[in-house]
């Protein structure tokens, strides 16, 4: 029985250690950008926003990594910390239609490890024309509808 204990502890010993050496996910940064932005667009301070200081992401080879092998939306420039637009991002094309278009990254340091979830949350900016069914629609409206209403 002391024996069980023993390895018990050595195993929460080393799960510890494990989980201080490796930072996962220290922290989440979300942020909200529309789609079509102009690669370099600054999406916002990602060491600002995270507490990191700004000299030190060169040395700590800071890096993003997509989520699945995905091609890199999303960039960081080391000597400000600015996260910025790598490519364009089509919506439709990323997502479809579905309701909310969400792209996971993470922010990669060295010595020590640490890894920062980053959330873009793609806004659609409507470029795609509206499509009709019919060519016109007819619509009565009374007389006596109150001023600002809505059909």
Same mark, same amino acid.
């Given at each position: 029985?002391?024996?069980?204990?023993?390895?018990?502890?050595?195993?929460?010993?080393? %799960?510890?250690?494990?989980?201080?050496?490796?930072?996962? &996910?220290?922290?989440? %940064?979300? =942020?909200?950008?529309?789609? /079509?932005?102009? &690669?370099?667009?600054?999406?916002?301070?990602?060491?600002?926003?995270?507490?990191?200081? %700004?000299?030190?992401?060169?040395?700590?080879?800071? #890096? $993003?990594?997509?989520?699945?092998?995905?091609? #890199? =939306?999303?960039?960081?420039?080391?000597?400000?910390?600015?996260?910025?637009? &790598?490519?364009?991002?089509? #919506?439709?094309?990323?997502?479809? /239609?579905?309701?909310?278009?969400?792209?996971?990254?993470?922010?990669?340091?060295?010595?020590?490890? /640490?890894?920062?979830?980053?959330?873009? *949350?793609? *806004?659609?900016?409507?470029?795609?024309?509206?499509?009709?069914?019919?060519?016109? $629609?007819?619509?009565? $409206?009374?007389?006596?509808? %109150?001023?600002?209403? #809505?059909?």
């Amino acid at each position: 029985m002391a024996d069980n204990r023993s390895s018990s502890s050595g195993l929460l010993f080393s %799960v510890v250690l494990f989980l201080r050496l490796f930072h996962d &996910a220290n922290g989440d %940064v979300s =942020y909200s950008i529309s789609e /079509e932005m102009k &690669a370099g667009s600054v999406i916002g301070n990602i060491a600002k926003d995270l507490g990191l200081i %700004v000299g030190k992401l060169s040395t700590r080879k800071a #890096r $993003i990594d997509s989520e699945l092998n995905r091609k #890199r =939306y999303c960039d960081i420039k080391l000597n400000t910390g600015d996260l910025i637009i &790598a490519e364009r991002i089509d #919506r439709e094309a990323l997502c479809g /239609e579905k309701a909310s278009c969400i792209l996971k990254s993470e922010l990669i340091l060295e010595a020590p490890l /640490e890894s920062h979830r980053i959330i873009l *949350q793609i *806004q659609d900016i409507n470029d795609n024309s509206p499509i009709f069914t019919k060519d016109k $629609i007819r619509i009565e $409206i009374n007389e006596l509808a %109150v001023k600002g209403s #809505r059909f």
